[in-house]
Structures are given as C-alpha cells and as structure tokens.
T-cell receptor, first 115, second 119 residues
Framework: QKEVEQNSGPLSVPEGAIASLNCTYS??????FFWYRQYSGKSPELIMS????GDKEDGRFTAQLNKASQYVSLLIRDSQPSDSATYLC???????????????FGAGTRLAVHP | GAVVSQHPSWVICKSGTSVKIECRSL??????MFWYRQFPKQSLMLMAT?????????EQGVEKDKFLINHASLTLSTLTVTSAHPEDSSFYIC???????????????FGPGTRLTVL
C-alpha cells in the first residue's frame, strides 16, 4: 500500500463548480498535512496546510482532515480555468534522527477546469 | 515571506561533466533542506535531506557519490551532479523547511526548480 494515495484523474469540472480532491494516508502518527499546486513545468506551490481534524478555509480553498479515517481533502469553490493544475497531497512524517520530518507526496491529481 | 530561490533555472551540459545547483532560502533560515527529482508526468521523488553542518541523508537507491550535497549555511544548500549522463536529465527541485513556532510545525517551501539536460 502506498503511503499517500490520490486519484490521478484527470478530474474535469466546469468553470464555477466545486472541485473536490481526495487523499488517504497510511501512517496513523502523521500530524501535518499539506496541499500543493503544481502547474506543468513548474515547482509545487503551497496552497494549504492543516493539522487538526475538521475544516480549514482560505479564500476559495477548504481543506478537510479526518485523522480517524486517515483522509484529507481539498475543496476548490468557484473553480476557474487558472486552477487547472496537478494538486499534490503531502503528509509530514517523522522519519529520521536529527529531528527532521520529511514530506511524503501522493502522485497528484490532475484538475482540468473547462470554461 | 518564505521565498526559496534556485540557480540556475536550466542547464545543458555534456555527458561526463559535473553540474552544481544552488538553493537559497531568501527570507528565513532553513535548518533542513530537501532535494527532489521529478521526471516528466511523474510525482516528486525525494533524493536527500540535508541539515546545516552535517552530512546529508540519502533516500534508498540514490547514489551519494553521484549526487553530492553540501549545506554550508542556514540559507544555502548545493547539489552537485557528478559525471552527469543523459539519464540524469530531469527537473531538480529543492525545498527549505521553515519551523513556525506558533504552529510548532514544519512547512516546506519549494524553489522554482532547475531543468537539467545532459547531452
């Protein structure tokens, strides 16, 4: 089983709709969760971080976390064509000595917002 | 805040040469920096984690003698691809870890990436 799983998509939604992106993770100890957006040919850009169960809203984005179900999601309201990108779910896992954590990334979900 | 730069943004080199990539955190100190590689249409692959002043920790399958990492200061880490070959052609991305005391957690911020082409 992969440590972080995402549906690869593409997820196609019409402009103005809500896009729902999902992610599951395997390590129950994980405490920090991140959503990154990556445009083609570019590096990932941090969109949201979430640490507690429940919802966290930032503009058009809402992250949802359910640690009991090991599930994290990202909702994008009023989707725009400029939201078309690959969305990477990342889970922070403490892996080594020296006190550093490392991010485990999902394979990403490609979102296509069509006019 | 939390800006990470990378240089160069792209490089083309001949097979057998070495290439150095710099990663800098511009407005924060990063005790930990990460190096990733991404092939077309694939996800990020963590290559190594570097802590300032100590040896890098490499992921399984990554040759430490081929990918030399130096983390000389809290704002600078370098990756040197030694004796590069065409199969090393890829998109190399660094990230810097920022610790936010208020949240008591770490967040990674990515540089813009370096596209390496080995002829």
């Amino acid at each position: 089983q992969k440590e972080v799983e995402q549906n690869s998509g593409p997820l196609s939604v019409p402009e103005g709709a809500i896009a729902s992106l999902n992610c599951t993770y395997s390590d129950r100890v994980s405490q920090s969760f991140f959503w990154y957006r990556q445009y083609s040919g570019k590096s990932p850009e941090l969109i949201m971080s979430i640490y507690s169960n429940g919802d966290k809203e930032d503009g058009r984005f809402t992250a949802q976390l359910n640690k009991a179900s090991q599930y994290v999601s990202l909702l994008i309201r009023d989707s725009q064509p400029s939201d078309s990108a690959t969305y990477l779910c990342a889970v922070n896992m403490f892996k080594g000595s020296g006190g550093y954590n490392k991010l485990i990334f999902g394979a990403g979900t490609r979102l296509a917002v069509h006019p | 805040g939390a800006v990470v730069s990378q240089h160069p943004s792209w490089v083309i080199c001949k097979s057998g040469t070495s290439v150095k990539i710099e990663c800098r955190s511009l407005d924060f100190q990063a005790t930990t920096m990460f190096w990733y590689r991404q092939f077309p249409k694939q996800s990020l692959m963590l290559m190594a984690t570097s802590n300032e002043g100590s040896k890098a920790t490499y992921e399984q399958g990554v040759e430490k003698d081929k990918f030399l990492i130096n983390h000389a200061s809290l704002t600078l880490s370098t990756l040197t691809v030694t004796s590069a070959h065409p199969e090393d052609s890829s998109f190399y991305i660094c990230s810097a870890g920022a610790h936010w005391r208020v949240k008591s957690t770490d967040t990674q911020y990515f540089g813009p990436g370096t596209r390496l082409t080995v002829l």
